[in-house]
Structures are given as structure tokens and as C-alpha cells.
């Protein structure tokens, strides 16, 4: 009864959702898509993407720890200090990865249907937000375990989180389109991304840096996103207003670069994939 | 010349005005950034022209069945995609009124790996349909596709005429302005053909919809089409009522 009744409601003729809503529900749908291939047939599942990041720490802390702890101990509590700059990475350097060969792999759907472009970009950016909300449980547990308190600072996380989610998004639609055109910026990405790791203080601080490069960490987004989003996680702190006006500009030249060079050759990427 | 310009303003749904499509082929493929700016350095980035659509000119109306043919490689998907959007002209213009639902044919908007039934609200987004549009009517898309007893079952166990039958199901079940029929219906089976061919039949006899139809049975272009427009070699051949042209056509090969 209930189905007839809808039924008549939404006739053959307005089936269709005008403007953004459309590309919003494409994204839900692509982004649910992604979630459930990654872990179909998988026994844990969901639990993989707390798993994944404690893992990684407790490989981290067992190799570093012992004589990190002793180079800087305002670094505060070593386990919490990795998780948190591993999982704020990671959820920029799967953003990039994914992002940057979503445009070839959408190919023969882009040669069809006349969809909005950069939504398969934005898609991966989406899921690693995804992912990165489960490691929020794996960093829970870590604080739980090492007993580490949250502060109200914390209430400045989701925004850490947003700046960051927009720059890769700017990365990504930038790092699509020009592997559209040019195949081997997948393989430099990888070179890039492994560099960007060991250059970011993610399992060292800052302090065991040499002068010099300590001045040019200011200008590696990265070193900005991760040292903010433990400001306001590990040592309740709440950053100066550089480190605020820092994460905005990182993210808004980010995704101007980023939108602009997607914007201008967007329509020839048909030509290309 | 009076004639188009009549029809155009006569509710004419799809407009090709005098459509050309160029493409550079470069006489290299660049497909890294060393050889790329090598050659820039060299200015030996030279291109080689290729007319896939030359001055291609007609006008659909509303309502109307309206065929493309033409032997292979001769510019017909080329003619279609410009149609679809996905493909900007470059020289003369393309103006479509309306929605378009093209049948997404296998490992474009389908996921092997999904069940059909998750498959069926993907391709439906993808499209552009309304959630609760696909709710109200996804029983009705399960039974034209006769695949009940299919929905839970990931979509690489199906064969091709499975998915072709989902993929019109779909396509079919709004009442678009106009709908794309290309060599994706061509897998299923003779039944499930005779049932498409009524379904498109009534879509056209209810006068919204314009069906474009694709297709290297020419059979089905008479059976189905109302005019028919002849590309060759990037050429039109010829424009005009079925029976001359697939008459026309046909002759090719005598």
C-alpha cells in the first residue's frame, strides 16, 4: 500500500535530482562502494582499519622508542605521538595516491555519461576520510592504554581534520589530472610520498633536525597538519594563530592550484584516457 | 537549406548544427614527461589531423525514432558521444533538451565485485535518478530484468546478457528525454531483445521520449527508426526516411 502510494508520488518524469544533490548522492554511492570491496571476504572486516594503525605504532614504538624517548621529552607520550602523526598521513598519502589514477580508471563511465569530473577524485579523498574516522578508534584506544587525557582542545580536532581533507582533495584533483596526461607521475608520486614521510617528523621530533632543514619544516603542510592535530590532541594546547592561518592557506592554495588546473583541462581529458 | 532551420524550431530535441570533430593525433604518443619536453625543446610537437566527423548536420524532433549507422570506425560513436556531452565539438555546435540515460554497458558503471541489486543504485546515481525514486521502483527494474532469483549475487557471476538486461532495465524504467541504444543491447537474448524492442516501442508511441539507436543490425534500424542518418567515413552519407536510407546502406554490400 505504502509502496503504491510512493509509487504514484515520484512518477517516471521527475525521477531525476537536479544541480549537486545529484553529485552528492554519485559520491555516497561510490564512497559506500569502495567501503564495502575493501573489506568483502575479509573475516575482521571493519576491525582491519582500527587493526592497520596499531599495528603500525607497535611496530614503530618497539623499533624507536627506546632511544627516541631519551633525544626530546617534550615529545610527551611516544605511542600517542606516533599514531597520531601516522594516521594524519596516511589519510593524506591514501587521498593522493587513490585520488591521482581515479580519473584513467573512471574512463569507459567518463566516455558514456556526462558526469561532473572531479567527483572520482574527491571519491578517494572521501573514503580516506572514511578510513581515518575508524583509526580515531585505534588512537582512542592507545590514549586509553597509556592513559593520556583529552582536553577540551580536542574540540579543534575536526577542524585540523577538515583543512587537511581539503588540501588533499587539491592534491588529488591536481595530481589527476596530470596523470591524465603524463602516465609517470603515478611513479614519482610513490618516490614523493615515501620522501614526504621520512621529511615529516611522524617517529622523530623536529628538535633532532638539523637547523636548517628545522626552518624549512614550517613550509611542509604535513609537518603544519600533524603538529597542530597534536597540539590540540596530546598536549592540550591550543596553537598559536600562525599555526591556524598556516593550516588554512596550506588547504585553500592547495585546492585553488589544485581546481584550477583540474577546471582548465578537465575537457580534454577524454582525449587522453 | 530552409528545411533544418524549420524543424529546428519545430520542438527539436537534439540540434547538430553542422558538427566537425578534429582530432590531433600526434605523430608520437607522449605518454611521459622526459620525451614531452624533449621534443617541446625540439619543437617537434607536430600533429597530424584527423576528421572523425565532417560537417555532420540533423536534427531530431521529439518523440522520434531516429537511427545512426554506418560501417565500422566510420564515426558513429564519436557522433554519439559529442551527443551524450562527453565530448565537446570543435567546430559547429551540439544542442541537446533534456535528460539523457545511456545504457552503461559492462565495466563502466558496474561493479563486478557488488551484488546486482547494489549494482542497480550505483548505476541509478550515476545516471542521476533520485534515491527514493530507485526505492519506489526497484521492484518493477527487477522484474523487466527477470533476475529475482539474481540480486544478492556479485555481479562478476552473471554473464554478459544478465548485465545487458539490468543496464536497459535501468536505462528504461524513467522516462528520459531522450535514450541512448547502442551494441549493449545486442548480447541478450532473442526474448529479452523482442521485450526491449516493445519497450522501446511504447516510449517512442508515447511521444516524450526520442530513442537514438546505434546499431549493426539493420533490421532493427527498420523495424525500429523513423529516419535514419547515414555517417561514413566521418561523412553524412545521407539523411532521411528509414526505408531509403537502410536501402541505400544495404547496397553497400551488393
Not at chain 1, 594503525?53 to 605511542?79: E, H, I, T
Not at chain 2, 552473471?158 to 524513467?174: D, H, K, L, P, Q
Request: glycine share 6%; charged share 20%; net charge neutral.
Amino acid at each position: 500500500m505504502d509502496a503504491v502510494s510512493r509509487e504514484a508520488q515520484i512518477s517516471a518524469k521527475d525521477a531525476w535530482y537536479s544541480g549537486r544533490s545529484k553529485d552528492w548522492f554519485i559520491l555516497e554511492q561510490l564512497v559506500t562502494k569502495d567501503f564495502k570491496l575493501k573489506y568483502r571476504r575479509s573475516v575482521l572486516g571493519v576491525a582491519w582499519s582500527v587493526l592497520n594503525p596499531l599495528f603500525m605504532m607497535l611496530v614503530l614504538a618497539a623499533v624507536f622508542s627506546s632511544f627516541m624517548r631519551y633525544q626530546d621529552p617534550s615529545m610527551g607520550n611516544y605511542a600517542v605521538y606516533l599514531i597520531l602523526g601516522n594516521t594524519a598521513f596516511q589519510l593524506m598519502s591514501d587521498s593522493t595516491t587513490q585520488g591521482m589514477s581515479s580519473i584513467i580508471a573512471a574512463a569507459p563511465l567518463l566516455k558514456k555519461v556526462k558526469i561532473n569530473r572531479y567527483i572520482f577524485p574527491v571519491q578517494k579523498v572521501l573514503f580516506a576520510g572514511v578510513n581515518y574516522a575508524f583509526s580515531i578508534v585505534a588512537i582512542a584506544l592507545v590514549m586509553l592504554v597509556e592513559r593520556v587525557p583529552l582536553g577540551p582542545t580536542a574540540l579543534l580536532w575536526p577542524f585540523a581534520l577538515l583543512m587537511l581533507i581539503l588540501f588533499s582533495i587539491g592534491l588529488a584533483l591536481l595530481l589527476s589530472a596530470l596523470s591524465v596526461f603524463f602516465r609517470d607521475v603515478m611513479h614519482l608520486w610513490s618516490v614523493v610520498i615515501t620522501a614526504w614521510t621520512y621529511l615529516t617528523p611522524l617517529f622523530y621530533p623536529v628538535s633532532v633536525l638539523p637547523e636548517w632543514l628545522r626552518g624549512l619544516e614550517m613550509f611542509n603542510p604535513m609537518y603544519v597538519y600533524v603538529t597542530y592535530i597534536r597540539e590540540v590532541v596530546l598536549y592540550q594546547q591550543v596553537p598559536s594563530l600562525k599555526m591556524h592561518i598556516a593550516c588554512v592557506a596550506c588547504a585553500l592554495v592547495s585546492l585553488l592550484v589544485g581546481y584550477l588546473s583540474f577546471h582548465r583541462h578537465e575537457h580534454k581529458f577524454i582525449l587522453y584516457i | 537549406m530552409s528545411e533544418p532551420i524549420a524543424m529546428a524550431d519545430q520542438d527539436s530535441i537534439i540540434d547538430v548544427n553542422d558538427v566537425s570533430m578534429i582530432f590531433n593525433i600526434a605523430s608520437e604518443q607522449f605518454n611521459s614527461l622526459k620525451e614531452y619536453f624533449i621534443a617541446l625543446m625540439r619543437h617537434e610537437l607536430r600533429f597530424k589531423e584527423f576528421r572523425a566527423l565532417d560537417h555532420i548536420d540533423f536534427h531530431v524532433r521529439r518523440g522520434e525514432a531516429f537511427g545512426l549507422v554506418g560501417t565500422n570506425g566510420s564515426g558513429k560513436s564519436t557522433m554519439l558521444k559529442v551527443i551524450a556531452g562527453v565530448l565537446k565539438a570543435s567546430e559547429g555546435c551540439c544542442q541537446v533538451r533534456g535528460t539523457i540515460a545511456p545504457l552503461i554497458e559492462l565495466g563502466a558503471g558496474f561493479d563486478m565485485e557488488l551484488t546486482a541489486k547494489e549494482n542497480i543504485y550505483l548505476n541509478g546515481s550515476l545516471l542521476g535518478y533520485r534515491k527514493d525514486f530507485i526505492d519506489a521502483h526497484f521492484q518493477e527494474i527487477v522484474d523487466f530484468a527477470e533476475l529475482q532469483d539474481f540480486m544478492d549475487m556479485p555481479l562478476k557471476n552473471y554473464s554478459s546478457g544478465m548485465v545487458a538486461r539490468i543496464a536497459f532495465a535501468i536505462a528504461t524504467i524513467t522516462e528520459p528525454d531522450i535514450l541512448i541504444v547502442d551494441e549493449t543491447l545486442s548480447v541478450g537474448d532473442f526474448l529479452f531483445q523482442q521485450k526491449c524492442e516493445r519497450r522501446i516501442k511504447e516510449l517512442v508511441d508515447s511521444n516524450n521520449v526520442t530513442v537514438l539507436l546505434v546499431s549493426h543490425s539493420i533490421d532493427l534500424v527498420e523495424r525500429m527508426c523513423d529516419r535514419v542518418c547515414w555517417i561514413e567515413k566521418g561523412k553524412q552519407r545521407m539523411l532521411g526516411p528509414t526505408a531509403e536510407v537502410c536501402a541505400a546502406y544495404k547496397r553497400l554490400g551488393a
